[in-house]
């Protein structure tokens, strides 16, 4: 069975902070994983991606994320946040590209100037 | 301009009436999907189409039949609505079949069912 958790409804950083936003993957099979953030009122739009190779991946708007197989975790990084990312950031397992995937609840990402 | 167009932007329908929600991709791509977001649930995935035929569906219930009468075009038909149906709709497309492909997220249809 697929799972994602995000243990982290509701995140508050102050603008300029660093930034990690939590994810924990459970896959049976080889996982590609994502992170999507969503602004108000708009659609999804994609962060990052990962499958293979090196375990940490850069994204748009300098985020990266770190995969560790031995934690199956995914998180989110950012050195320093601007007050353009609030926003709501997805976690999303797929387990060997299928069709099926899995998204996290989301957290929602406050930054407080 | 906008590469997916999902049409309405809002809906509101009254229990057990039918509504169309439309999706159209200007991104020349091949898969389109249907996504809900709910407020009490987290994204959930619905159906995959692939040359206009239907490559998964992973919605329990028949009254939501997706519909393809272009590649580019993958419209959502809702029957018997409920007030649970309430949330809102998202369209998305990839070049190809499967998630290796980005997919491209339109800005979505947000349904009241009263």
């Known amino acids: 069975a697929q799972s994602v958790t995000q243990p982290d409804a509701r995140v508050t950083v102050s603008e300029g902070a660093s930034l990690q936003l939590r994810c924990k993957y459970s896959s049976s099979g080889t996982p590609y994983l994502f992170w999507y953030v969503q602004y108000p009122r708009q659609g999804l739009q994609l962060l990052l991606k990962y499958y293979s190779g090196d375990p940490v991946v850069q994204g748009v708007n300098g985020f990266e994320a770190e995969f560790s197989k031995s934690n199956s975790s995914f998180h989110l990084r950012k050195a320093s946040v601007h007050w353009s990312d609030s926003a709501v950031y997805f976690c999303?397992?797929?387990?060997?590209?299928?069709?099926?995937?899995?998204f996290g609840s989301g957290t929602r990402l406050l930054v407080s100037p | 301009d906008p590469k997916i167009i999902q049409k309405p932007k809002y809906l509101v329908a009254v229990t057990g009436s039918e509504k169309i929600l439309i999706c159209e991709q200007y991104l020349g791509h091949n898969a389109m999907y249907w996504y809900r977001q709910s407020a009490k649930k987290p994204l959930e995935f619905m159906f995959s189409y692939s040359y206009q035929k239907l490559m998964d569906n992973q919605t329990a219930s028949s009254r939501f039949q997706p519909q393809s009468s272009k590649k580019n075009h993958l419209d959502l038909q809702i029957t018997a609505l409920k007030p649970d149906d309430s949330a809102t709709y998202f369209c998305?497309?990839?070049?190809?079949?499967?998630?290796?492909?980005?997919?491209?997220f339109g800005p979505g249809t947000r349904l009241l069912v009263l």
């Open positions: 998305a497309s990839s070049q190809d079949e499967g998630w290796q492909d980005t997919q491209y």
């Open positions: 999303v397992l797929s387990a060997t590209g299928g069709y099926k995937v899995v």
